[in-house]
């Protein structure tokens, strides 16, 4: 099966991009997640992204906070798709994060999530809808969570003053 990576451009950013691995552990697709940094091992992210084809990810979602370069600097080294996260960052609420990650030059080409948990989490459920293109499992567990979603919301009736 086609697998996902999950990198990252340090530890701190994990409690975030947590939440895109536990998306896709919940459709059973596989992943790896590692921290690979733009500016702390700079020749890691250009050895990673380069062989990220040949090691079998089908596509790579990027997580970063602050100067955010690291999803547009892995796009930079592969024709992988590149779902970017943008974390939340201490000095600026991952304003900073999300806009350097969002404003690539036209030519290569980075999928900006929102900041933060919610961002990570779709960005695993966008990485799970790449493997359902090519794996059936994958897909009915993607239709399965969107139908259960829609349920859900629709089960909880007239809303009441308290
Ligand atoms: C970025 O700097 C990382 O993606 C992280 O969001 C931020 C802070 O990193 P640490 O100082 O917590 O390692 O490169």
């Known amino acids: 099966m086609a697998k996902v990576a999950i990198v990252m451009g340090s530890t ?11 998306m896709l552990k919940s459709f059973g697709v596989e992943f790896e997640a590692k921290v690979v940094s733009a500016h702390r091992t700079p020749n890691l992210l250009v ?19 602050g100067a955010a370069h690291l ?8 024709h992988l798709p590149v779902f970017g996260c ?3 960052s201490k000095a600026l609420n991952g304003i900073d994060s999300l806009l350097s ?13 929102a900041i933060g948990e919610a961002g990570a989490a779709n960005a695993g459920l966008l990485a799970a809808q790449v493997v359902a293109l090519q794996d059936e499992a994958v897909r009915d567990a993607v239709i399965a969570f969107r ?14 003053l308290d």
Do not use: R, Y
């Open 71 to 78: 999803p547009g600097m892995i796009a930079a080294h592969t």
């Open 101 to 113: 990650i969002v404003q690539m030059p036209k030519g290569v080409a980075v999928g900006t999530l």
């Open 47 to 65: 050895e990673f992204a380069e062989t990220a084809h040949e090691m079998g990810f089908s596509c790579i979602i990027a997580g970063a906070g």
């Open 12 to 22: 701190s950013d994990w409690p975030t991009m947590q939440n895109a691995a536990q």
């Open 147 to 160: 139908k259960t979603q829609t349920e859900t919301v629709l089960s909880n009736g007239n809303l009441e």
């Open 86 to 88: 943008p974390v939340k």
